[in-house]
């Protein structure tokens, strides 16, 4: 081969399409909004797009902190969200009661709750060594019959009209104010994962739990900080859930369980951890919400999208649950 010839440019072959989470969940953003627009005429209009970010926000909450977690590694999952979703609810129902002056006391009281339930969480995992699945599904149990207790099969709490309000009518530029929490809470990630000394930990132990040891991270402190950060966003969702819907029920949270783990995988964080962001996990929050309206559209019943759901975790996880084998 002569200097003056010059070899062919190769486009991106499939393979590395699919290597690309955070393109592949955009390019299906755009496939099933086309095919719910031709199911059923409207459902790409801006009002219903607008309708389905409102609630790929509460599911992009509920993911921000299991991001947290899985990033981390250990094949860290957190189980507990749902439950955590639902106290933290009934928690802020029940201490506002309907009245706007009492919402900053139900912030207040819905954060701690989600606090205190992930770092139990935290301390669980690392002092009395108990795997992430475990733990938080022990957790999840916990949270359920504690909710049964409090409870006792009577509605109780009421969503003050200003939260109805900020969740679901514009709130500014159009927008509902939701919306704009999840802008905030992205920008958060974003900044907290990439230019802190924190992130730089996460995805230190999340890479190699024993070498960010030796290196001095205190691994321990680490994990108990992502299992309450992810306590803590569980709560804010459950908090912004409460005035979606108006009112708590016992398990209005569990919902969020599985589809907050595949919105993660989804947005290319593996669940070997170590690698992959919040953007994706956002992306992978709104594809899962187009999902389901559109599974909602054509009958498919609670059970059945359970299923799918558990069926398209699986599909993800040839693909890019095997982190440490895809950063080889």
Known sequence: MSATETTPVKG????????????????????????????SPGFASGEQ????????????????????VILAGREGIDLSVGGIVSLSAIVAGNVMQGQDASIPLAILACVATGALFGFLNG????V??????VMTLGMLG????????????????????ALADFVARPFL?????TIWLWVAVGLFMAFLLRRTVFGQRVYAIGSNEHAAFMAGVPVKRMRVAVFTFSGIFAAIAGFCLLGYSGSSFSNVGEQY????????????TPLAGGKGGYTGTMAGAVLLTILQSILTTVNIDESGRQMIYGATLLVLMLFYGRGRRMRG
């Open 142 to 161: 916990v949270l359920q019959g504690l909710l049964v207790v409090i409870r006792q099969g009577i509605p109780s709490g009421k969503a003050a009209p």
């Open 173 to 177: 530029f159009g927008l509902p104010g």
């Open 49 to 68: 797009i607008l309708r389905l970010l409102v609630v790929a926000s509460l599911l992009g909450l509920v993911a921000a902190g299991q991001n947290l």
């Open 123 to 126: 301390v669980g995992v690392t």
């Open 12 to 39: 991106p072959s499939v393979l590395a399409v699919l290597r690309q989470p955070l393109l592949v969940a955009v390019l299906l953003i755009g496939v099933l909004l086309a095919f719910g627009e031709a199911l």
């Open 128 to 133: 009395m060594r108990i795997p992430p699945l």
């Open 257 to 268: 369980m599985v589809p907050s783990i595949i919105a993660v995988v989804f947005g290319g």
